[in-house]
């Protein structure tokens, strides 16, 4: 902090502390530790719970028996998502990605962004239903399915699906239009062809529509079939280009989806490795050792890594993208080369910052026992990253994020648990 700006209340800096705990907890999840991993369990549990309600209040018969609790669960359901999205709202401001916004502007842009939408639509209807209670709401109640849709924040692979949707919409839109081109063409002519014959199933192009869909993605409701030879052979070509053009979305999204996974777990190759400047000088025997061992991973904008207190499981090289690490006193970026996480693992020491993913990130994650077994195996190695590692916490211990007596205490720590073991 610069000599000219003002210091923080004291009330204030403690708000802060909070805030961003909160934010850590709430975004990072089972990456933040051990509350994070609670708060994911009990939301997630909640979610399913909701659901499972939701489908037996449909039963006449459990509704009439358990209506009072199925109500009362409601209502502590709507308190808990409120509160929830209420706690992420105003730890929104936390988020390096909105940093450069004024903190209205950023949790104006953080309660936009396609998750918050899901949230709040999943508890804002049952909070108007008593305040216009001579409405019908069972349209609205729908909304309470999208709680369905907040496990997406939960599960890698709902949000790899969303993101493959996201990035393929031209491809799908494009199928879409030639579905819709493939119903008009097929209703017209069957229209042209049975039009006369069959007057009150074909006898006009809308009505013949119903039809070319059905037909089209090979459902075949029964309830409209042509009578005459050229009608059926309109029939066959339509159920045909139905196949195809079914296939393509389908296709699109499985490649899609098969291409994303691929990119997150891709092959570790001799070119990424040597992106990485520590392992510049070393020969393709230890590269090749180093690849078996290295894990791909895939984080999105606002993604966090890992979290103040949380024990070091693995550190990490940065083959694309940036990340932020936000230490007590500053903020600190990497990039393509860079790695960190390594100071926790060589000290076993817990992690001492916050480190969010700033652009969509690949990252190879070189886990804990791994590490230890590369140190043992090759010396040289273990020099040369205690040497990168010192130069770190130099820099680090002297803007005062992490103390040389932090380091040793879990030094002693660290050999006493070994001496004992």
Request: proline share 5%.
């Amino acid at each position: 902090m610069s000599a000219g700006a003002p210091a923080l209340p004291p009330a204030a800096g403690h708000a802060h502390r909070w805030r961003h705990r909160l934010y850590v907890v709430l975004e990072g999840g089972r990456a933040s530790g051990v509350a994070g991993a609670i708060v994911d369990g009990v939301l997630i549990a909640l979610i399913l719970a909701n659901v499972l309600a939701y489908t037996l209040q449909s039963v006449p018969a459990i509704e009439q028996a358990y209506l009072g609790d199925l109500v009362e669960f409601e209502f502590v359901s709507v308190a808990i998502f409120t509160i929830e999205y209420a706690f992420r709202l105003w730890a929104a401001v936390e988020d390096p990605l909105l940093a450069h916004h004024s903190a209205f502007r950023g949790r104006l842009a953080y309660a936009l962004r396609p998750m918050m939408v899901i949230d709040f639509l999943a508890f804002a209807p049952s909070l108007l239903t008593p305040f216009f209670p001579f409405l019908d709401f069972r349209i609205l109640r729908l909304f309470r399915l999208l709680r369905l849709l907040k496990i997406a924040r939960y599960s890698p692979a709902m949000s790899t699906l969303m993101q493959v949707v996201a990035e393929e919409h031209r491809a799908l839109f494009g199928t879409l239009l030639l579905l819709l081109c493939a119903t008009v063409f097929a209703a017209a002519s069957m229209h042209a062809v049975e039009g006369a014959i069959q007057p009150q199933i074909f006898g006009t192009i809308p009505d013949a529509m119903w039809w070319a869909i059905t037909t089209l993605t090979t459902v075949g409701y029964g309830d409209a079939v042509p009578v005459t030879a050229l009608g059926r052979a309109v029939a066959g070509v339509t159920m045909v280009v139905g196949f195809g053009l079914l296939a393509l979305p389908v296709g699109i999204i499985a490649t899609g989806f098969v291409n994303a996974i691929h990119r997150r777990d891709f092959v570790v190759t001799f070119g990424m490795l040597a992106r990485v400047p520590l392992f510049r000088e070393f020969d393709a025997t230890l590269l090749g050792e180093i690849m078996n061992l290295l894990r791909a991973q895939m984080v999105s904008p606002g993604g966090i890594i890992s979290a103040p207190g949380e024990q070091a499981t693995a550190m990490y090289f940065i083959v694309s993208g940036e990340v932020e690490a936000i230490l007590a006193h500053r903020t600190v970026r990497f990039g393509p080369g860079d790695f960190f996480g390594e100071l926790a693992l060589l000290h076993e020491a817990s992690r001492k910052a916050t480190v969010v993913a700033i652009t969509q990130c690949r990252l190879l994650a070189l886990g804990a026992n791994d590490f230890a077994t590369l140190m043992g195996r090759h010396p040289e190695l273990e020099r040369r990253m205690e040497e990168l590692a010192e130069e770190r916490l130099k820099s680090f211990g002297g803007a005062g994020d992490i103390s040389r007596e932090e380091v040793a205490q879990a030094g002693r720590a660290r050999d006493e648990a070994r001496s004992d073991g």
